[in-house]
Structures are given as structure tokens and as C-alpha cells.
């Protein structure tokens, strides 16, 4: 599984936009990056993915490098509700049930 | 709600004790996975399943193992416990021609 790198904790003021940064030097030309998120004590829940463009949906956007080696999630305005672990993931779209691999993630901290 | 149905959602047992926990995957979902998360090891995927075929085993013990039933659901069987098992499990599940995996809110697993 192709490795990404991410810090392991940043903070942020409510009402800020997050960005929230990942590496994945080794990308191949098949693998989707995936973001998700797990609140405290709950389970991991899915935030967004792309393969080559910037993409928005409710929750965030996601901004893509052209070289594809990195990526950003985008929180537009973050709330007390969005403190969580993210965590960005690679999966390979031709294997289309392929597993998630977590790794650390990133820890937010949102103030208030 | 992700529409993934764990039980039970807290256990407590003694080592050496055997347990079962129960997952209901999202309604029509072939694919099933179990991860298990504790404090140092981060989240760990298990074993996943796919229409009742084991497809992809990753670090699970030999006392530990899983099936999926003809109507979808799967049991994680938990054997010969030790206090390191203690631990939350969580299982997911995906669509055919989804990209999102879907996890529930987990098992908590005491082992004393």
C-alpha cells in the first residue's frame, strides 16, 4: 500500500478555514486519495476522495497537486464539531473492495 | 447513522473467555470489514469479507476469526482472550459500485 504522510496534530479557531495537508510522494497512476475522520469514540467516518481534480462536497473541499504527490483538505469553516482525527488514505481503483490502511492521522484541535 | 449495526457496543469478559461480536452491514453491502483499534496500535484492519468469501486478511491472530453468513452478516469470534485484547472493534462495509466504506460505531472490548 502506497504510504502518506501527515502531521500528527494541528489547531485551528472556530469559524477559520482548515487546511489539513498530506503527502503521498509514492502515488500511483490508479490510486484514489480518500479522507476520513473519527470523532471521539466513534467510528471512522467518510469525508471525501478524488483522483486528479479539486473536489467539493458538504463537508469539504479536496485540492489535489498536479503531480498528484499531495494533497489538502479543505474545512471552509471549522466548528467545535469538527475537531477529530483525519486521516488521508490512498486506495488503488482498480481493486475496487480494497481495504482502508490507516495510519496516524491527523489530530485537530478546534478552539473556541 | 452509517447503517452499520454492531453488537454488543460494550463487553467485558475474562482472559481466557471467548466472545462474539455481531455486525449488520448497510442493507444490500457484500463487502464486510473488521478493524481493531486500541491505545498504542491505531487502527488495525483484521480480515475482510466479500458475499461470504474471506478476501483479505490482515493482522489477525490465529485465536482470533470471522465469517459472513448467507444473509450478509458477520460474526468477529474472539478466543483464549488476553488483556491486550482489550480494545474497540469496529466493522465497516462497502457497496459493489460504492467508494465509500461505512464503519460502525464499534464494540467495546474489556478484557480483566
Known amino acids: 500500500d502506497a504510504k502518506t504522510t501527515q502531521p500528527n496534530s494541528m489547531e485551528s479557531n472556530e469559524e477559520e478555514p482548515v487546511h489539513l495537508p498530506c503527502n503521498h510522494s509514492?502515488?500511483?497512476?490508479?490510486?484514489?486519495i480518500h479522507w476520513y475522520r473519527q470523532l471521539p469514540s466513534q467510528g471512522p467516518e467518510y469525508v471525501i476522495h478524488?483522483?486528479?481534480s479539486n473536489v467539493n462536497n458538504r463537508m469539504a473541499s479536496l485540492a489535489i497537486a498536479e503531480d498528484r504527490k499531495s494533497s489538502t483538505l479543505i474545512l471552509h469553516r471549522a466548528t467545535l464539531r469538527d475537531a477529530a482525527v483525519y486521516y488521508c488514505?490512498?486506495?488503488?481503483?482498480?481493486?475496487?473492495?480494497?481495504?482502508?490502511?490507516f495510519g496516524q492521522g491527523t489530530r485537530l484541535t478546534i478552539n473556541p | 447513522d452509517s447503517g452499520v449495526t454492531q453488537t454488543p457496543k460494550h463487553l467485558i469478559t475474562a482472559t481466557g473467555q471467548r466472545v462474539t461480536l455481531r455486525c449488520s452491514p448497510r442493507?444490500?453491502?457484500?463487502?464486510v470489514y473488521w478493524y481493531q483499534q486500541s491505545l498504542d496500535q491505531g487502527l488495525q484492519f483484521l480480515i475482510q469479507?466479500?458475499?461470504?468469501?474471506?478476501?483479505a486478511k490482515g493482522n489477525i491472530l490465529e485465536r482470533f476469526s470471522a465469517q459472513q453468513f448467507p444473509d450478509l452478516h458477520s460474526e468477529l469470534n474472539l478466543s483464549s482472550l488476553e488483556l491486550g485484547d482489550s480494545a474497540l472493534y469496529f466493522c465497516?462495509?462497502?457497496?459493489?459500485?460504492?467508494?465509500?466504506?461505512?464503519f460502525g460505531e464499534g464494540s467495546w472490548l474489556t478484557v480483566v
Open positions: 478524488g483522483l486528479t
Open positions: 469479507y466479500y458475499n461470504g468469501e474471506e478476501r
Open positions: 488514505i490512498l486506495r488503488d481503483a482498480v481493486q475496487g473492495a480494497q481495504k482502508l490502511v
Open positions: 465497516a462495509s462497502k457497496g459493489l459500485y460504492r467508494n465509500t466504506i461505512y
Open positions: 509514492t502515488i500511483s497512476g490508479t490510486d484514489y
Open positions: 442493507s444490500g453491502d457484500l463487502s
